[in-house]
């Protein structure tokens, strides 16, 4: 299976088993994303990738400028390792490493969790690439992809046993829009996929493609 159609599967899953009242606030949580122009304001395609350093599971640090010495790298920031959808996105992308090393790139996936949190997602998926933690997300901030959960959607992931906050070690829940980007070694993004709907993510056979093409 394609990972759009895991995502598609899950999406289903979900739909059958939420109540219609969290329906309804996650709804307007999207709509509310969609019409409020932050996709519009991310990084795109042909601007300047900022260059970051961020610690990696075990704390070392991590610099965007010596991976993009070797080649060009794949950036694909993710809500955390509460969020089902992100934890399909980076079983995909394990799975793609190998065809990823392949055309010449590099791999990392960013999200606000603590480094505990992240070390627990990758040993969870027995992930091989990079897990950055952007505390605070500074770096994701810089990407433009930050926003602040509303009170309504922080009640729902309350309920559902997901504390947000704590798994960032912050008093306000902020969290990324789910984006993905492939940088050259210029530092020029080449390929970006960002969306409101946290549902939806860059297909490892789209991104491997852009690669080949580098």
């Not at 606000?112 to 990079?130: G, I, M, Q």
Request: glycine share 8%; net charge negative.
């Amino acid at each position: 299976m394609t990972l759009r159609e895991k995502l598609e599967a899950r999406k289903a899953a979900s739909a059958d088993r939420t109540p219609d009242h969290v329906k309804a606030v996650m709804g307007r949580s999207l709509e509310a994303l969609r019409h409020s122009g932050i996709v519009g304001r991310a990084l795109a395609v042909g601007d300047e990738a900022p260059d970051f350093t961020l610690p990696n599971a075990t704390g070392e640090p991590v610099h965007l400028a010596e991976l993009l010495a070797a080649g060009p790298v794949v950036i694909s920031f993710y809500r955390g390792g509460w969020c089902p959808y992100c934890n399909l996105e980076l079983a995909a992308l394990q799975e793609a490493v190998a065809d990823l090393e392949a055309a010449g790139a590099g791999l990392v996936a960013i999200s606000p969790n603590l480094p505990d949190e992240s070390l627990t997602t990758a040993e969870r998926h027995a992930l091989t690439f990079p897990v950055l933690s952007d505390v605070g997300n500074v770096v994701a901030r810089r990407f433009g992809l930050v926003f602040e959960v509303p009170d309504d959607l922080e009640a729902v992931y309350r309920a559902m046993g997901h504390d947000i906050g704590k798994a960032n070690g912050a008093d306000r829940w902020e969290i990324p829009l789910p984006a993905t980007y492939v940088v050259d070694p210029g530092g020029t993004i080449r390929f970006a996929f960002v969306d409101a709907d946290y549902r939806l993510r860059a297909e490892p056979a789209d991104v491997i493609e852009i690669l080949q093409t580098l």
